[in-house]
């Protein structure tokens, strides 16, 4: 099995945006291509909402899936329009897996994106 070291290493170098949150969607975690995609640093995210980065044009319906899904222990994908601290507006290939604890209770949520923009 591998040392926990390098599972930590290898979520940090990751070329996708990877953050851990807690059930709130709250940041706890952020590794460095989130920070790159998203031109937040460490510093200025773990605290913060998901939603920070909504450009509040995705359509409701779309979070409401989202929720949905994620209520009932599902994982979710899809296509967000997403701002930048700069506030440059991006599109986001996301997908969300809630973390379940040994109960099945929901402890936290994996977000995984990349930035989409050119592909389209
Ligand atoms: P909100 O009021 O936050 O949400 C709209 C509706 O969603 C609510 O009325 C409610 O029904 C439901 N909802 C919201 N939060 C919860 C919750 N914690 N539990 C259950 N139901 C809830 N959004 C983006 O726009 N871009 C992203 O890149 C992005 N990444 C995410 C990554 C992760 C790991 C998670 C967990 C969420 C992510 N979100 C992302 C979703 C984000 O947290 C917001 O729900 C979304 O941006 C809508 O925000 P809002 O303020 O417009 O609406």
Redesign the pocket.
């Known amino acids: 099995s591998l040392p926990p070291e390098v599972y930590r290493q290898a979520v940090s170098q990751a070329d996708l945006a990877i ?1 851990i ?1 807690d ?3 709250r940041i706890l975690y952020a590794n460095e291509s989130f920070s790159r995609i998203t031109g937040y640093g460490r510093d200025d995210i773990v605290g913060l ?3 920070v ?2 450009n ?1 044009t ?1 359509p409701r319906e779309v ?2 899936d ?2 949905t899904a ?2 009932a222990r599902r994982p979710w994908s899809g296509k ?1 329009l ?1 701002k930048r601290k700069c506030g440059d507006v991006y599109l ?1 290939e ?1 997908s ?1 897996t809630p973390v379940l604890d040994a109960a099945g209770e929901i402890t936290h ?3 995984m ?1 990349r930035d989409v923009t050119e592909l389209h």
Do not use: F
Request: glycine share 4%.
């Open positions: 953050s949150t059930p709130a969607a909402n998901e939603s980065l909504s509040h995705t979070y409401a989202m929720w994620l209520r967000l997403n986001a996301l969300i949520y994996l977000g994106h």
